[in-house]
């Protein structure tokens, strides 16, 4: 064996064997941790993983960043092809890929150096954020420093060793490798023999710089470069803040308390955080100084993984047991109690890392098996379980609002052997609230405008459960969703129009956990249609300007941002306002994950933080298209001195002007 090939087997073998006994126990970990399958709909995961992963699908949402991190990924993977043609070269000299060799070769070393170019510019930037005098979101940390230095390190090496040849075999190389020409410009004032020299040294610091970073990468936040493109594959496929259904009858215990606790794909989720500070950016409890950062509540799961280690791997089933509560004693217990499972953090994770099912998960532990709830939550717990509402009316008055309408029941056009039309599926708060029956009546305005056949539950009608489930209490939420599943299925009912966001993704995206399965139409979608089939005529009416607020569940949870906007659109003389933070980066009103039945007594409020962005509009009316944010914005405007009327339902003013 040749002195290079003896020499690169035994850097070969040292890193590699400390590599495998530094990855080993995460992988250890991993495996003993809860299990499930996520090996399904494979070609549906591949896809996901060359788009978002490979493809960097996420990253121009930040432009610049995101750019100078797709220079820095792209040209790695790019770069890598002659990395190991490095490593080859030492045991065969001369040796290159079967696609690489003739033109190819030189289109790839073309491509091979302008991308590495990309790089150093890439990495130019990484650099100035984090050394600037004012830190930026990524702060200030050598890894940063180090890493960003690693890659310039071979990038640089990478030219040194064309130069180095360039000058040995007398080319200029150009013009296909032109980072080969200026390092092969630099070398040749040294001679032959130097320049060969210090490629030959730029060789050997290359290929070491590449093991020692592979060694370096699971040791901090940088470990994502390893477990980010699988972490993609095995996202989840399923329905937005999907919350997997309980085996209530067979379990013992419900939720997250500690590390065992943990799915293997959470524990894969907090080795991929990538430490980039997106989720905090957007999060309406960082904006609001609450305690909650996904950023650190990811590294204290990471954290808390290490620290169990040798329990997890041991799988002694009573030292589990007196491992210590994440949520109490690793983690406040108000951190999950901060999200409004909005969806934020997880629209804007470069890494698809899945935050709210984790929370949830919390909650059900804390309620569920501790009983740990506030009061303002217990009260809504006891209406939904007596009287099938959180407010904690009477089920009897659920359809008071429609006394003097003629609206057709569901059981009387089943009792006379009927077709049913549209189920028009009120809610709690279009049923119970006084301001939200505005919205309601407003609806069926449209509905008999538009001559829209549709009928309602009226009494029979119950609470989605949506409250329950976000806050953990899944046991209230399956009894009140069988309940609803089974009565909409005796009646075959197959359509249902809502018109709260959290009811259509109840109904249409958990339900089927339970056997439900139905059409579900958002009330702004259907307003839409009507409007562009023209069935309904509308007049010019104010307000003249409309400043529009996505609902969170309506927009990040299922992608419904047209409609309203084309709605306000199409009301004559109405003028559409789009707030700075619109669209996939509206600011949550403050209500989801059940907030709105909670007191929110730490730093400012959330509906004050949105309302003071429609404020600074000075537009006529906020409009919402969900029967919370509505009441959000306009206690939320009511609390800054301005007139809470402004805050409307878009069916409002369709309504207004019919």
């Not at 040849?165 to 032959?192: C, D, H, I, K, N």
């Not at 799961?301 to 210590?324: C, H, M, S």
């Not at 919390?362 to 939550?377: F, I, N, T, Y």
């Not at 609806?443 to 609470?463: R, S």
Request: neutral net charge.
């Amino acid at each position: 064996m040749s002195i290079p090939a003896l020499s690169m087997t035994l850097l070969l073998l040292a890193a590699l064997g400390t590599f495998a006994a530094v990855m080993k126990p995460r992988l250890q970990i991993l495996l003993h941790l809860r299990r499930e399958n996520l090996f399904d709909q494979l070609p549906e995961r591949l896809r996901g993983m060359l788009k978002l992963a490979i493809g960097q699908y996420r990253m121009p949402r930040e432009a610049v960043a995101g750019l100078a991190h797709i220079f820095i990924f792209t040209g790695f993977m790019i770069v890598s092809l002659a990395t190991v043609t490095h490593f080859v070269h030492a045991y065969v000299p001369g040796w290159t890929l079967w696609g690489l060799r003739g033109r190819g070769g030189d289109v790839y070393t073309l491509v091979k150096d302008s991308s590495e170019m990309l790089v150093l510019l890439g990495v130019a930037y990484g650099l100035w954020r984090r050394l600037k005098s004012t830190p930026s979101r990524v702060g200030r940390s050598w890894e940063g420093v180090f890493v960003l230095g690693m890659i310039a390190l071979l990038m640089l090496t990478d030219f040194l060793v064309s130069g180095g040849e360039f000058v040995g075999r007398g080319q200029t190389g150009l013009p296909w490798s032109p980072g080969g020409y200026m390092a092969q410009a630099s070398l040749r004032p040294l001679g032959v023999s130097a320049a060969q020299g210090v490629g030959h040294v730029a060789y050997w610091i290359h290929c070491a710089a590449v093991l020692v970073f592979l060694n370096f990468l699971p040791l901090g936040k940088h470990f994502h470069v390893i477990t980010g493109i699988p972490n993609v594959f095995f996202r989840n496929l399923e329905v937005a803040g999907f919350v997997p259904k309980l085996d209530l009858e067979n379990s013992e215990k419900f939720g997250i308390r500690a590390t065992p606790d943990l799915t293997w794909s959470m524990g894969l989720d907090v080795y991929s955080c990538t430490e980039c500070g997106r989720c905090n950016t957007y999060c309406p409890t960082m904006l609001t100084g609450k305690p909650l950062s996904h950023r650190q509540l990811n590294l204290d799961i990471k954290k808390a993984l290490f620290d169990d280690q040798d329990v997890l791997v041991a799988g002694d089933a009573k030292a589990q047991e007196a491992l210590p509560d994440l949520v109490g004693e690793r983690i406040a217990n108000e951190t999950i109690w901060a999200c409004t499972t909005c969806g934020a953090c997880e629209q804007e994770c470069p890494v698809y890392i899945e935050n709210v099912p984790r929370i949830v998960q919390m909650r059900q532990h804390k309620v569920l098996m501790e009983g740990d709830v506030a009061p303002e939550l217990a009260r809504a717990y006891k209406g939904m379980e007596n009287n099938n509402n959180p407010w904690g009316i009477g089920s009897d008055k659920r359809d008071a609002w429609a006394a003097d309408l003629a609206i057709p029941r569901v059981a009387d056009i089943v009792s006379a052997q009927g077709e049913i039309p549209m189920l028009y599926w009120i809610g709690c708060a279009g049923s119970f609230d006084d301001r939200n029956k505005k919205i309601t009546l407003a609806m069926v305005k449209i509905l008999q405008a538009a001559g829209e056949p549709f009928a309602i539950l009226g009494k029979e009608e119950g609470c989605t459960g949506d409250v329950a489930r976000r806050t953990g209490n899944e046991y209230l939420f399956a009894a009140l969703a069988q309940a609803n599943v089974e009565m909409l299925n005796t009646y075959k009912v197959k359509k249902i129009l809502t018109h709260c966001p959290h009811c259509l993704h109840t109904l249409k995206s958990e339900y089927p956990q339970f056997g439900g399965n139905f059409e579900v139409v958002h009330h702004t979608q259907l307003i839409d249609k009507l409007i562009k089939d023209k069935r309904l005529q509308l007049s010019e009416r104010s307000p003249t300007s409309v400043a529009l607020h996505d609902s969170c569940y309506l927009g990040r949870y299922h992608n419904i941002y047209d409609p309203p906007r084309d709605i306000v659109k199409a009301v004559p003389g109405a003028t559409l306002v789009e707030l700075p933070r619109n669209r996939s980066r509206s600011v949550c009103c403050g209500a989801g994950g059940g907030r709105f039945w909670m007191e929110e007594t730490i730093g400012e409020r959330i509906n004050v933080h949105r309302a003071k962005e429609v404020q600074a509009t000075k537009a006529d009316a906020v409009g919402s298209s969900c029967p919370f944010c509505l009441t959000m914005m306009r206690d939320g405007l009511g609390a800054l001195g301005e007139e809470g009327s402004r805050a409307l339902d878009v069916s409002e003013i369709v309504a207004a002007a019919l």
